[in-house]
Structures are given as structure tokens and as C-alpha cells.
């Protein structure tokens, strides 16, 4: 029985969920007056948790900078506890780099008033990665505090254990069984604390190693409890064999280690037996999740590997402004937003966050490539197109580029007078002014134009080529397109079936592929935390689909478009009783060029329904087993069927644990022949079929509330609010970027190729 009961007080700091930032903002300042006011004129009141994040303290200075040695003051005497982190991050859905970050300049913001609490403090997050453990000791942390996730059959039913991950990381756990609101409002009366505290301490007891135990003393947005002291008095008549104290959690943990022979457990912790983890969450609001993947993929394989070319080139690497960027995204990437289980009101500043992010990185980009380009000595030329290869070997690649000059005619050169051929696919003309608007201001209107070519040469690694642009009489020939029966090249062969379907052959591996890219339609009666459909769901797909179809030749490349509507049920209403009563528009694209092992594809969806989930199907033609698939620094094997699916009904789990899980950048199965997916959008899939021999990536899900009661794949209590959120239906026109590629030892660097495309910029001697 424990015998010491650590009151903590705290509270859990949700930026924006149903309600905005700007809303949460005001309860901060006057919770934070509060809390500092406590903090300083009571002594014995010793500590208090500002929820491991220090965007708290971010938003509060924003409107309070006046504060700013107070919080110091009381960081420094060891009262006031912040960090580690920069805001709750989500652990399943953004890469690995946005944890690091997270950590890098939560830390860092926190060191500016004093030491941090160095925890991985993550109380609400939907699901532990088996990266954590990993992540965490490369900053130094060994002590991990955590809810949701974990169960039994994970090795242990204690609240402490150590926590590994697969492929190494080690740290010491205190979980939060009951999460980190039991404490909240604790009442005053006695006979309504011990109610309370009846249903709690068995279990916090039952889980307990050793004398301690942690009653966390708070709430989302709970102000600071000011009668604790009352409290632990009337807890101390209940409870008269126990202590209670105000605490914080290093002194739990520095009793845990002396604690011998604690069990451990290892790998991803993704059950939702005694608390939701929202499998499904993954593909909620599509085009968020869209932007995310997109921009991060932006700053850590474009943005930051240029700068540092850059950086060696003599220019400053401008660190404030990615650290701005980071922010940026970072504050979409706390649990409740990149799950986007908010109002619409908060989605939508998330998606302008996101704008803003993206923009700032383009720029930066854009900045960075012109100050290399411009340094390339001008005796060599004033018109040059300089091309980046930014991964850490050469690449003997299709280049794919843009030349904008008022060039006629042109010669592409080296450095050494080696000619290139090269294939023009596409001319358009440019507004001078867009160019320099000195131009215009002196009355030189003709126009520039941007010419669309591609070539193949061989990039250095982490570097870049210049190719000289030279004048010469005639005009550019556009290559003439063609169609064709077939796309080809020496990797794949694609043709293209009535329906719109895709049957894909690798050359290599000698095996064909019918009827790939399907799509398929079924109802959604969730809510943005999780998807369930229709206890007897009324599934369309695109078998009967009528396409138009064609596959255009460029030469060096070829691009083969499927374009169809499919007839499918317009709400639950018309679903429920079978009737096909609403289109939704689809067109897939899909491009190969020399000498790449990546078909890229392109999916553009008119949606006109409400309440469905649509995904992609892509048969492998063999039976799957396990999932392999990439997480944070590495990859996941996973089993497509959860044992669990067998038990959870009878153990009354809080959510069904279907198979359903993210990726990062990749997916495929287990097996040594296949197809992958690769993804620059979206990141759910679930391996579907009888012999579960095909994978179905979640293009999005249409849904119209935040939370719902008594789903058929989550009974009981809504998760979240039932609030209306008609813009999580994603009527309108959705944009996905994915590619497919074979399955073989070294797809992670195939994904890592698509996410890091080769790239160029033209200087030419009229442009800034």
C-alpha cells in the first residue's frame, strides 16, 4: 500500500481544441497572474507544472512582457517548472525531425529563465512512438510520463516500468493510469472527496512499485486550485496511514530508481483498451494533414540541406528565421491540432498557419538558391541554370527544370563545353514585370518565356551543377507529344484500363500488377478522432467506373491520366438505403521518366458528399502477414490483423483496435515483392482483402462533427464535444501527391529520392 501521495499541481494547456488560441489566451493571463501571484507570496506553496511546454509562456509574454523577470525569477528558484518541450507534440503523424525541433527549442526557450524539467512530459498524446525512448535520451532524458497507449499485454500492469525502443533508447516510465486530470477541482467537502477518491486510489495503489504515487492537481485550462492546503488536510483524514504533500515529479522519479527489478516493455504503445488512441485520427481533415506532410518535408530535404550548402559557400545560415518557420508548424503540431479534432474555427487558423509556414520556406529557399547561383563567377557566364542534388550521393537522374529567358534559342553546356539535349514539354509566356518591374518602368514590354525542359546528367552529391545558357539563331522546337499505348521506361510499364485502374508491370522483378489505383467508397458515421462506418455499410467502387483515358509521351518522360466520375451515395441518409445519388469527379495521373524507379501520381478529387471515407487501392498479388513501414528515424513492422480484434468487445476495450496505422513516408508489406507507396500528403493505410493482399491508403474522410456518442467502432461517451464542424466534410476539390515503387531492400532511400527531388534555378543576365 503506498504510503506517500505526491500532489501536483499543474495544469494541461491545450493552445486551441474546440475553442481558438486567441480564446485560451485570456484564461492564461489571468491563470498565470494567479499562479505567479501564489508562487510569490506563499512560501510553502512550492511548486507549480506549466505542462511541459513553453509556447505557454510564448503567448503569455506576447501580451504580458512585463512578467518576464517574474517567471525568471521563479524558474530560477526552482517553483515555476517548464519544459522540456515547445508544445505537446503529436508523436504519430509528424516526422521525426518536428519531434527533435520540438524538443531542440523547448529546451532552449526554457534554459533562458532557468533548468528545464527534463521529462518527456507528453500526458495527452494519441499513442506512444517506439522512437520515443530514443529521441528523448539524445537530449539527455532518461524519465518518461505518458497516458495513453499502453496495456497489459505490452509485458507489465504497473504504472513504472522502463520503456525501450526497438532499435535502442531506454527510459524510466510513470504513467499516468487514470490520466492527468484526476486532481481537478478536488471538491472541499469530505464526503464528496472521498467519493471521488475512491474510484482513484485502488488503482493508482494497484499499479504502484513502491511507496509512491502522484495525484496530478488540475485540469485543461484549470486555473490554480487555491484551497489545496484544505484539501490535503481532509485527504489526510480519509487516508490517515498516508502523507500528502504539494510535489513535483523528479522526486517520484528519484525514488523510482532506487526501485530494483522493474519490468520493461518496448516498442510502439498504441492500444486503446483503457484510453483512446484514435487510430484513425491520422486522416482526419485530409488537407491539413496534407500541408503538414508537404512542409515538413520542405524544410528538412530542401530548406535546411541548402542552407548549409550555403552556409559553406561563406552565407549565413539564417537560423531565426527557421527557427521561425519551425514555430510556425510547431504549433500545429500539439496533439489536438494536427489531429485536427477542433472547431472550424481553429482549423482554419491552423491552415493559415500553414500558409504562412510554407510561404516563409519557399522564399527562404528561393533566397538561398539565388545567393549560390549568383556567387558562380560571371567570367564562366551571366546566363546559367544551376541544378541541386541535396542528398549525400550523386544522382543520375531526369532532370526536370524551368529556363525563363527571352532567348529565341538556346544551347544547354557544362562548365567544360559538353553539350546536353534536352526535350522542351511546355512553353507559357511571363509578364516582364514579373521579372523586374525596372524593366517595365524603362518600356521594355516583350514579354520572357518559360520554357518547361528536361534532360539527364549526373548531379554531384550535396552539391550542384551549373549548365550554361547560350544564345544561338533559330527558336526552341517543343518536342512533339504522342500518344501512346504504354508508358515505359527500362524500371516499369503502364497501361491503362477502361475504368480508370492502372496495371503496372515491374520489368525487373518480371511481374505484372492488374487493376492498381482503384478507388473505393464507404460510408463514415465517426467524428474527426475516428473513423466508423455503417454497421451495414453500402461500399461503390471504381470497377465500373467510365474513364478517359490517355498516356502522352515527352520523350524523356510519359504521363498517363485517368479521368472519371463515380456514382456514390450523397449523405448517410441515401448510403443507408443504397442510393447512388451524388458524383464525385476523380482524375489520377501518373508520370515515368527515364531512368527512375518512381511512378509519381497525382490525384485530384471533386467531392460532392458528405459523411464517407475514400480510399486508394493497390493490390500486391500475394498474401500479407505484416506491414512494414517507416516512423521517426527508421521503420515498423507491424501485423495486419491486431490479435486484440478478437478480445476486445468481452475486455471492453474504449475503442476497437483495427489495423489501421500511419506512415511517415512509406508503406509496403512484409514480403519481398510488391508494390510500395510512397506519400507526400497523406499518411494512413490499412492492408485490406481476404488474404489482406491489398494496401488502401485514406485519401480523406468526410465528417460533420467533432465528437460523436456510441460509435460502432467506439462505443460509450463521445471523445471530445459533440460540436458541429461542417468543413470536416472537405466538400470541394482535394490535391494528393503519392508515388508507387517496388518493394526492396532499399526503399527507404527510394522514398527519401522522392521526398528530395533534384531542382534548379536560371540567372540569366536581364533578371535581379
Same mark, same amino acid.
Given at each position: 500500500?503506498?504510503?506517500?501521495?505526491?500532489?501536483?499541481?499543474?495544469?494541461?494547456?491545450?493552445?486551441?481544441?474546440?475553442?481558438?488560441?486567441?480564446?485560451?489566451?485570456?484564461?492564461?493571463?489571468?491563470?498565470?497572474?494567479?499562479?505567479?501571484?501564489?508562487?510569490?507570496?506563499?512560501?510553502n506553496y512550492l511548486y507549480y507544472m506549466l505542462d511541459g511546454q513553453t509556447a505557454i509562456l510564448e503567448d503569455y509574454f506576447d501580451v504580458k512582457p512585463e512578467n518576464l523577470e517574474?517567471?525568471?525569477?521563479?524558474?530560477?528558484?526552482?517553483?515555476?517548472?517548464?519544459?522540456?518541450?515547445?508544445?505537446?507534440?503529436?508523436?504519430?503523424?509528424?516526422?521525426?525531425?518536428?519531434?527533435?525541433?520540438?524538443?531542440?527549442?523547448?529546451?532552449?526557450?526554457?534554459?533562458?529563465?532557468?533548468?528545464?524539467?527534463?521529462?518527456?512530459?507528453?500526458? %495527452?498524446?494519441?499513442?506512444?512512438?517506439?522512437?520515443?525512448?530514443?529521441?528523448?535520451?539524445?537530449?539527455?532524458?532518461?524519465?518518461?510520463?505518458?497516458? =495513453?497507449?499502453?496495456?497489459?499485454?505490452?509485458?507489465?500492469?504497473?504504472?513504472?516500468?522502463?520503456?525501450?525502443?526497438?532499435?535502442?533508447?531506454?527510459?524510466?516510465?510513470?504513467?499516468?493510469?487514470?490520466?492527468?486530470?484526476?486532481?481537478?477541482?478536488?471538491?472541499?467537502?469530505?464526503?464528496?472527496?472521498?467519493?471521488?477518491?475512491?474510484?482513484?486510489?485502488?488503482?493508482?495503489?494497484?499499479?504502484?512499485?513502491?511507496?509512491?504515487?502522484?495525484?496530478?492537481?488540475?485540469?485543461?485550462?484549470?486555473?490554480?486550485?487555491?484551497?489545496?492546503?484544505?484539501?490535503?488536510?481532509?485527504?489526510?483524514?480519509? !487516508?490517515?496511514?498516508?502523507?500528502?504533500?504539494?510535489?513535483? !515529479?523528479?522526486?517520484?522519479?528519484?525514488?523510482?530508481?532506487?526501485?530494483?527489478?522493474?519490468?520493461?516493455?518496448?516498442?510502439?504503445?498504441?492500444?486503446?483498451?483503457?484510453? =483512446?488512441?484514435?487510430?484513425?485520427?491520422?486522416?482526419?481533415?485530409?488537407?491539413?494533414?496534407?500541408?503538414?506532410?508537404?512542409?515538413?518535408?520542405?524544410?528538412?530535404?530542401?530548406?535546411?540541406?541548402?542552407?548549409?550548402?550555403?552556409?559553406?559557400?561563406?552565407?549565413?545560415?539564417?537560423?531565426?528565421?527557421?527557427?521561425?518557420?519551425?514555430?510556425?508548424?510547431?504549433?500545429?503540431?500539439?496533439?489536438?491540432?494536427?489531429?485536427?479534432?477542433?472547431?472550424?474555427?481553429?482549423?482554419?487558423?491552423?491552415?493559415?498557419?500553414?500558409?504562412?509556414?510554407? %510561404?516563409?520556406?519557399?522564399?527562404?529557399?528561393?533566397?538561398?538558391?539565388?545567393?549560390?547561383?549568383?556567387?558562380?563567377?560571371?567570367?564562366?557566364?551571366?546566363?546559367?541554370?544551376?541544378?541541386?542534388?541535396?542528398?549525400?550521393?550523386?544522382?543520375?537522374?531526369?532532370?526536370?527544370?524551368?529556363?525563363?529567358?527571352?532567348?529565341?534559342?538556346?544551347?544547354?553546356?557544362?562548365?567544360?563545353?559538353?553539350?546536353?539535349?534536352?526535350?522542351?514539354?511546355?512553353?507559357?509566356?511571363?509578364?516582364?514585370?514579373?521579372?523586374?518591374?525596372?524593366?517595365?518602368?524603362?518600356?521594355?514590354?516583350?514579354?520572357?518565356?518559360?520554357?518547361?525542359?528536361?534532360?539527364?546528367?549526373?548531379?554531384?552529391?550535396?552539391?550542384?551543377?551549373?549548365?550554361?545558357?547560350?544564345?544561338?539563331?533559330?527558336?526552341?522546337?517543343?518536342?512533339?507529344?504522342?500518344?501512346?499505348?504504354?508508358?515505359?521506361?527500362?524500371?516499369?510499364?503502364?497501361?491503362?484500363?477502361?475504368?480508370?485502374?492502372?496495371?503496372?508491370?515491374?520489368?525487373?522483378?518480371?511481374?505484372?500488377?492488374?487493376?492498381?489505383?482503384?478507388?473505393?467508397?464507404?460510408?463514415?458515421?465517426?467524428?474527426?478522432?475516428?473513423?466508423?462506418?455503417?454497421?451495414?455499410?453500402?461500399?461503390?467502387?471504381?470497377?465500373?467506373?467510365?474513364?478517359?483515358?490517355?498516356?502522352?509521351?515527352?520523350?524523356?518522360?510519359?504521363?498517363?491520366?485517368?479521368?472519371?466520375?463515380?456514382?456514390?451515395?450523397?449523405?448517410?441518409?441515401?448510403?443507408?438505403?443504397?442510393?447512388?445519388?451524388?458524383?464525385?469527379?476523380?482524375?489520377?495521373?501518373?508520370?515515368?521518366?527515364?531512368?527512375?524507379?518512381?511512378?509519381?501520381?497525382?490525384?485530384?478529387?471533386?467531392?460532392?458528399?458528405?459523411?464517407?471515407?475514400?480510399?486508394?487501392?493497390?493490390?500486391?498479388?500475394?498474401?500479407?502477414?505484416?506491414?512494414?513501414?517507416?516512423?521517426?528515424?527508421?521503420?515498423?513492422?507491424?501485423?495486419?490483423?491486431?490479435?486484440?480484434?478478437?478480445?476486445?468487445?468481452?475486455?471492453?476495450?474504449?475503442?476497437?483496435?483495427?489495423?489501421?496505422?500511419?506512415?511517415?513516408?512509406?508503406?509496403?508489406?512484409?514480403?519481398?515483392?510488391?508494390?510500395?507507396?510512397?506519400?507526400?500528403?497523406?499518411?494512413?493505410?490499412?492492408?485490406?482483402?481476404?488474404?489482406?493482399?491489398?494496401?488502401?491508403?485514406?485519401?480523406?474522410?468526410?465528417?460533420?462533427?467533432?465528437?460523436?456518442?456510441?460509435?460502432?467502432?467506439?462505443?460509450?461517451?463521445?471523445?471530445?464535444?459533440?460540436?458541429?464542424?461542417?468543413?470536416?466534410?472537405?466538400?470541394?476539390?482535394?490535391?494528393?501527391?503519392?508515388?508507387?515503387?517496388?518493394?526492396?531492400?532499399?526503399?527507404?532511400?527510394?522514398?527519401?529520392?522522392?521526398?528530395?527531388?533534384?531542382?534548379?534555378?536560371?540567372?540569366?543576365?536581364?533578371?535581379?
Amino acid at each position: 500500500m503506498a504510503k506517500h501521495v505526491h500532489v501536483i499541481p499543474h495544469m494541461h494547456w491545450d493552445r486551441e481544441w474546440y475553442f481558438t488560441t486567441e480564446e485560451s489566451r485570456i484564461l492564461l493571463v489571468n491563470n498565470m497572474d494567479e499562479i505567479l501571484e501564489r508562487l510569490e507570496t506563499d512560501e510553502n506553496y512550492l511548486y507549480y507544472m506549466l505542462d511541459g511546454q513553453t509556447a505557454i509562456l510564448e503567448d503569455y509574454f506576447d501580451v504580458k512582457p512585463e512578467n518576464l523577470e517574474r517567471v525568471r525569477k521563479l524558474v530560477q528558484q526552482g517553483k515555476l517548472i517548464v519544459g522540456p518541450w515547445y508544445t505537446q507534440t503529436d508523436e504519430m503523424v509528424v516526422g521525426g525531425e518536428s519531434i527533435v525541433r520540438n524538443l531542440l527549442y523547448g529546451l532552449k526557450d526554457s534554459r533562458k529563465f532557468g533548468e528545464p524539467m527534463m521529462i518527456g512530459y507528453l500526458p %495527452d498524446s494519441f499513442g506512444q512512438s517506439e522512437k520515443m525512448p530514443q529521441i528523448l535520451n539524445g537530449f539527455g532524458i532518461t524519465r518518461s510520463i505518458f497516458w =495513453r497507449g499502453s496495456s497489459e499485454r505490452h509485458g507489465t500492469n504497473k504504472q513504472n516500468f522502463f520503456w525501450e525502443g526497438n532499435e535502442g533508447g531506454k527510459v524510466l516510465v510513470h504513467l499516468l493510469p487514470l490520466g492527468y486530470a484526476i486532481g481537478k477541482y478536488l471538491p472541499a467537502e469530505k464526503e464528496a472527496l472521498a467519493k471521488r477518491m475512491s474510484k482513484y486510489m485502488p488503482v493508482l495503489e494497484h499499479g504502484a512499485v513502491n511507496d509512491e504515487i502522484a495525484l496530478p492537481n488540475g485540469h485543461d485550462q484549470m486555473p490554480i486550485q487555491q484551497n489545496i492546503y484544505q484539501i490535503m488536510d481532509t485527504l489526510k483524514e480519509i !487516508y490517515p496511514d498516508k502523507t500528502f504533500f504539494l510535489s513535483r !515529479y523528479e522526486k517520484i522519479f528519484d525514488e523510482l530508481e532506487k526501485v530494483p527489478d522493474l519490468d520493461t516493455i518496448k516498442g510502439e504503445l498504441l492500444d486503446g483498451k483503457y484510453m =483512446r488512441v484514435h487510430r484513425s485520427i491520422f486522416s482526419t481533415r485530409a488537407d491539413l494533414k496534407s500541408d503538414n506532410t508537404r512542409i515538413e518535408n520542405k524544410i528538412t530535404n530542401i530548406l535546411e540541406p541548402l542552407a548549409s550548402i550555403a552556409h559553406k559557400l561563406g552565407f549565413s545560415y539564417e537560423h531565426g528565421l527557421v527557427e521561425n518557420i519551425w514555430k510556425d508548424i510547431m504549433k500545429n503540431h500539439a496533439h489536438d491540432s494536427i489531429g485536427c479534432c477542433c472547431s472550424d474555427k481553429v482549423h482554419q487558423q491552423i491552415a493559415d498557419r500553414f500558409f504562412l509556414a510554407e %510561404d516563409k520556406t519557399d522564399e527562404l529557399i528561393k533566397f538561398y538558391k539565388r545567393k549560390i547561383t549568383d556567387a558562380i563567377s560571371q567570367e564562366i557566364t551571366l546566363d546559367k541554370l544551376t541544378v541541386f542534388n541535396l542528398l549525400p550521393y550523386e544522382r543520375d537522374n531526369l532532370v526536370d527544370a524551368q529556363i525563363i529567358t527571352k532567348m529565341k534559342n538556346f544551347d544547354l553546356v557544362d562548365e567544360n563545353g559538353k553539350s546536353y539535349d534536352f526535350t522542351v514539354t511546355k512553353t507559357e509566356i511571363v509578364d516582364a514585370g514579373l521579372i523586374d518591374r525596372q524593366i517595365v518602368h524603362y518600356g521594355d514590354y516583350d514579354p520572357f518565356v518559360r520554357y518547361y525542359l528536361n534532360f539527364v546528367d549526373v548531379i554531384p552529391a550535396m552539391g550542384y551543377k551549373t549548365f550554361l545558357i547560350k544564345e544561338k539563331d533559330g527558336a526552341v522546337a517543343q518536342t512533339a507529344s504522342r500518344l501512346v499505348s504504354a508508358a515505359e521506361n527500362e524500371f516499369f510499364k503502364i497501361s491503362l484500363n477502361t475504368n480508370g485502374s492502372f496495371n503496372i508491370t515491374d520489368k525487373l522483378a518480371n511481374i505484372e500488377y492488374p487493376a492498381v489505383l482503384m478507388i473505393e467508397d464507404g460510408s463514415d458515421d465517426g467524428d474527426e478522432y475516428d473513423f466508423s462506418e455503417l454497421e451495414d455499410d453500402f461500399i461503390v467502387t471504381s470497377k465500373d467506373a467510365i474513364a478517359e483515358t490517355k498516356i502522352v509521351n515527352f520523350g524523356l518522360q510519359s504521363i498517363a491520366v485517368a479521368k472519371f466520375e463515380m456514382c456514390i451515395p450523397k449523405d448517410l441518409d441515401s448510403r443507408k438505403a443504397k442510393v447512388c445519388d451524388s458524383k464525385m469527379g476523380i482524375e489520377i495521373s501518373a508520370k515515368l521518366c527515364a531512368k527512375s524507379k518512381i511512378i509519381d501520381l497525382e490525384i485530384n478529387i471533386d467531392n460532392q458528399s458528405k459523411d464517407h471515407r475514400v480510399r486508394l487501392l493497390i493490390p500486391q498479388g500475394i498474401a500479407s502477414s505484416f506491414s512494414v513501414s517507416d516512423n521517426q528515424f527508421g521503420s515498423i513492422k507491424r501485423p495486419v490483423v491486431d490479435s486484440a480484434m478478437a478480445v476486445w468487445e468481452q475486455e471492453k476495450w474504449d475503442e476497437r483496435p483495427d489495423s489501421i496505422y500511419p506512415m511517415l513516408s512509406y508503406v509496403a508489406s512484409d514480403n519481398s515483392t510488391g508494390l510500395a507507396v510512397l506519400t507526400n500528403s497523406v499518411r494512413e493505410f490499412e492492408f485490406i482483402g481476404t488474404n489482406f493482399d491489398t494496401i488502401a491508403i485514406t485519401l480523406f474522410r468526410g465528417v460533420g462533427f467533432l465528437g460523436k456518442e456510441n460509435l460502432y467502432r467506439r462505443p460509450g461517451r463521445p471523445s471530445g464535444i459533440k460540436m458541429a464542424t461542417p468543413d470536416s466534410q472537405l466538400l470541394g476539390k482535394l490535391h494528393f501527391e503519392l508515388a508507387l515503387a517496388a518493394n526492396d531492400p532499399h526503399l527507404a532511400r527510394t522514398a527519401k529520392e522522392y521526398l528530395t527531388p533534384l531542382f534548379g534555378i536560371t540567372k540569366c543576365l536581364i533578371m535581379p
